[in-house]
């Protein structure tokens, strides 16, 4: 190279550059261009975050306004979900790996999954206002929470339930091979738990966007402290009559859904069969092209090489931690109380202790005939949530094993499923309220299927995860013994999916619960239709600021809630234990 001339040398080294430059083809520049929108709309979002507090936004009906509207809500759910996620992972692994927390943690669990999106709202709104006064900040981080108390219990409760039903071989290993609870916790339960993980962080994305437009839109008596997003943009059509603008709304839910289903969810479901429990046997592999497009980007493959050099490098990896002997090698598992889990147990007692003086403090203004009323109250709402549960059941089980079974059912079915599952169904409630009017029904029977509009997806989402997760060996033994379709039913799907079932009976009984505030109080032509139950009475005491008798409607369902849960969901959840795991 050095005796070249200087013009030959530039031209070589320009022709270098430019073959590096054509190393990144079109997924390379798409992404490139995709990760400058994204940093442009973190910054447009933190200015409405932190811009100039303003005591309720002005929501434009224009279907350019929508684009805006539909970033901000769409913003709102994963920061929500992120939170979700975290929660889970710490909040699922205490619950199971320490017996003492988990007599507190899942009946706390349990209380907190009954309490609705209203309940929360109002001490939630004043504390995070009262921080921010001077910015949008507060009721900002108000709406992700809101939006946070729909996703995050049926995750930790599926997450949770999966720990606990971890094949005894996979757990003898790690106690063999002695790993640390942070091997345990990464090799073993993160991946045993992640397929049912995944499918209820999907259905937890659909339940934050159910309560969306209480989420955006929120009134505390005469204070209005609405946000811009989808959900107030489709509040605000409802309240103007704007057909137009509904239906403008409705197709950026439905294109939001299913970008959000192909870029992401559909991707991950892919990638999550690789910790499926398999000990032979093959099974249909499942595609995404939004993942195949990903790994053909050289950016990508470069990062991915990276990151296998680093880990090389320190030597982390499974067979690693199965090959390298351990210097120290820690103490098997044990059951007890560690001393970090102990000191947050004393300060979750703590703040339990302080918010329950609290509450009855405020309870001291409700009357007798008030608590009297309450309590028939809910009785009426907990025979609704059990029927929804059971309609529910009757075709989500069926059609969730069609499509857990089939990959080709779940390539072309789970994009119209998380449309169907993520549509704000508040927003079908004036044709349902319209069909059942014309059919003579009252609300109080009518509101069944308003709450099954809302419940139905839980079930659905986890049968799905159940059906995946069978093995494929187990499913070869049932084609060749030749058994009927009801005999497979009967001792292979039904008693697979069992564990799946449970929780997601225990979740749609919770969304039931929650859905009950908007489906015992609906709105319809200006007026007010109203079922007899706890949902109602919670909508008017929020509506109307009545905040004694909205703590004691939320404690009454909260305390049934946790009483039908010890009573017989915790008795399904024994059953699935030791009768219907993998591991037994």
């Known amino acids: 190279m050095a005796d070249l001339p200087a013009w030959r040398i530039i031209w070589e080294e320009t022709k270098a550059r430019f073959a590096r430059v054509r190393l990144l083809g079109w997924p390379d ?14 910054l447009d979002l933190g200015q409405e975050w932190t811009g100039p507090h303003r005591p309720g936004a002005d929501i434009e009906l224009s279907p350019w306004a929508l684009l805006h509207y539909t970033f901000y809500s769409l913003a709102r759910g994963m920061l929500a979900y992120a939170i979700s996620l975290g929660f889970t992972l710490v909040y699922g692994y205490w619950a199971a790996s ?8 899942i009946p706390l669990l349990d209380i907190l999954q009954s309490i609705p999106v209203l309940g929360f709202l109002p001490g939630v709104l004043l504390a995070l206002e009262s921080l921010f006064p001077s910015s949008n900040l507060g009721v900002e981080l108000a709406s992700v929470v809101m939006i946070f108390t729909g996703q995050a219990w049926n995750m930790t409760f599926s997450f949770y339930h999966s720990l606990r039903t971890i094949p005894t ?10 790993f640390s609870w942070w091997q345990r916790l990464k090799w073993v339960q993160l991946p045993f738990a992640t397929l049912g993980l995944v499918w209820n962080s999907m259905m937890s994305m659909a339940g934050g966007w159910f309560f969306l437009m209480i989420s955006e839109s929120f009134r505390l008596g005469d204070e209005d402290f609405r946000l811009p997003g989808i959900g107030s943009y489709m509040s605000v059509a409802v309240e103007q009559g704007r057909v137009d603008a509904m239906l403008w709304a409705l197709g950026a839910m439905v294109l939001m859904i299913v970008a959000l289903d192909q870029l992401l969810w559909r991707p991950v479901v892919v990638w999550a069969q690789k910790f499926r429990v398999e000990e032979g046997g093959s099974v249909a592999e499942m595609e995404s092209w939004f ?27 499974p067979r690693t931690a199965l090959l390298t002997p351990r210097a120290n090698p820690a103490p098997p598992r044990t059951e007890g109380t560690s001393f970090v889990g102990l000191l947050g147990l004393l300060l979750l007692l703590g703040l339990l202790s302080y918010g329950c003086w609290q509450l009855v403090v405020l309870l001291q203004d409700v009357t007798l005939a008030e608590w009297g009323e309450t309590a028939l109250a809910a009785g009426g709402t907990l025979g609704r949530v059990l029927l929804s549960t059971a309609l529910g059941t009757l075709w989500a089980l069926p059609a969730g094993l069609a499509v857990g079974l089939s990959p080709r059912l779940s390539r072309l079915l789970q994009p119209v499923i998380q449309v169907l599952a993520s549509f704000p169904a508040p927003m079908l409630f ?9 059919g003579g029904i009252s609300l109080n029977w009518g509101s069944i299927l308003l709450m099954l509009l809302g419940t139905q997806w839980y079930i659905l989402f986890n049968v799905i ?15 060749g013994y030749r058994l009927s379709r009801w005999q497979r039913f009967r001792v292979l799907y039904l008693p697979a999916v069992f564990p799946y079932l449970v929780t997601g009976w225990v979740t749609a009984a919770g969304g039931a619960w929650n859905a009950s505030i908007v489906a015992e109080y609906v709105t319809f032509k200006g007026e007010a239709l109203q079922a007899w139950g706890l949902g109602a009475q919670i909508n008017q005491a ?31 959840y024994h059953l699935a234990e030791q009768r219907f795991s993998l591991s037994k």
Do not use: C, K, Y
């Open 291 to 317: 993942l195949t497009w990903l790994r053909r980007a050289q950016l990508v493959r470069a990062l991915r090489r990276w990151w296998r050099h680093r880990l090389l490098r320190r030597g982390n990896g």
């Open 98 to 105: 320490d017996r003492r927390a988990e007599r507190i943690l």
């Open 29 to 42: 520049v798409l992404i490139m261009v995709a990760l400058g929108g994204l940093l442009a709309g973190v």
């Open 169 to 178: 071989d996979q757990l003898e290993v790690a106690t063999i091979f002695r």
């Open 430 to 438: 004036p044709l349902l309220i319209a069909a059942l009017r014309w």
């Open 542 to 572: 929020a509506e109307h600021a009545r905040f004694p008798l909205l703590a004691a409607s939320v404690l009454v369902m909260a305390v049934v809630v946790v009483a039908f849960n010890r009573l017989v969901w915790r008795r399904f």
């Open 465 to 479: 995860a159940g059906a995946m997760a069978i093995p494929a060996d187990l499913r070869e033994a049932a084609t």
